[in-house]
């Protein structure tokens, strides 16, 4: 599943030793990974024409340089990895920025600043993860910055994982779990099984996903995925099992993956929740397109989301 495989080891115990990470921050083989405004620096076929045919790779900046704020990730081998937030950068200076990216391998190559989400499916697995890594930690940075507590300046220590006030309050980077959930049911009519599948009003025409929503105070992850349910579109379900997670930093959640199985079928959408919800088989579900690309009126989620793996496994189980 796109961003969970790395072989980035995130050496959380370096992270107290402000020297040896200042060593680091100045080593000459160490990456940096600048994050403007939520997006990410990758070189790709798009924007060098000598790299035609090869695939889109993260983009990086080489070491020893002035960013004491820069997030320590951890190391690769023996190479060090930095995210860096560069968000305050105008378009000119991000450009030239862009222009001084190295590929993985060392060597130049013309990149540029894209939304993860687009260019995410695209890239290698470990790339997509220490990239995702790196934007949910520099967006937590950029939007912490006064003490909840006492209302006072927070400033980084632990390399970046934490930040603190002059009171001595610490505050950690926050993940808000939200499930995300199939959900199926068998005909009465003895018909083919079905799954769930909703559409928001601010997406595209045409595009299906599963139902998500954020787990409340005081519940249970299961009991998160049957309340959702039934708001969104007025199913009772049952028989919630786990899947599988996924890091998601737009900007900062988790996704708990469940499938369930209804026990009614009459949909009743919440407007403010779902625009249409219907019942689909898995040869309608083989008709789709993809979100953002042309082709048939109705799309599936992107491939680098959860909602379209619990979707592919569903439907590769029926085959």
């Known amino acids: 599943m796109f961003y969970t495989h790395s072989v980035l080891d995130r050496a959380d115990h370096l992270r107290a030793d402000a020297a040896a990470i200042a060593r680091l921050r100045d080593t000459a083989s160490s990456r940096f990974v600048p994050v403007w405004r939520g997006t990410a620096l990758v070189a790709s076929p798009a924007t060098d024409p000598d790299n035609r045919g090869l695939p889109t790779r993260l983009a990086s900046l080489d070491g020893a340089r002035d960013t004491p704020d820069a997030i320590f990730l951890g190391l690769v081998g023996e190479t060090a990895w930095f995210a860096w937030s560069v968000s305050a950068l105008d378009d000119e200076a991000r450009a030239a920025l862009a222009r001084e990216a190295t590929h993985p391998d060392g060597s130049s190559v013309a990149a540029e600043f894209a939304d993860l989400r ?166 309608e579900l083989k008709t789709f397109g993809v979100w953002g690309e042309p082709g048939p009126e109705f799309k599936l989620p992107r491939p680098d989301s959860i909602a379209r793996f619990l979707i592919d496994e569903w439907i590769e189980r029926g085959d």
């Open 118 to 283: 687009v260019c995410g499916p695209h890239l290698p697995a470990d790339d997509g993860a220490l990239l995702a890594y790196a934007r949910g930690l520099t967006w937590w940075q950029e939007h912490t910055r006064f003490c909840s507590h006492c209302g006072k300046a927070l400033s980084s220590n632990n390399a970046g994982h934490t930040r603190q006030c002059e009171e001595g309050h610490v505050h950690f980077p926050r993940t808000d779990p939200a499930v995300i959930m199939l959900v199926t049911r068998h005909p009465d009519d003895g018909g083919d099984e079905q799954v769930l599948l909703g559409h928001n009003a601010a997406w595209p025409d045409g595009t299906y996903s599963t139902l998500a929503g954020f787990v409340e105070s005081g519940e249970s992850l299961e009991q998160a995925v049957m309340r959702e349910v039934l708001e969104e579109a007025n199913i009772q379900t049952t028989d919630v099992r786990y899947i599988a997670s996924q890091p998601w930093p737009f900007p900062r959640s988790i996704m708990l993956g469940f499938e369930a199985r209804a026990t009614t079928s009459d949909i009743k959408c919440q407007p403010t929740e779902l625009a249409d919800a219907r019942w689909f088989t898995r040869s």
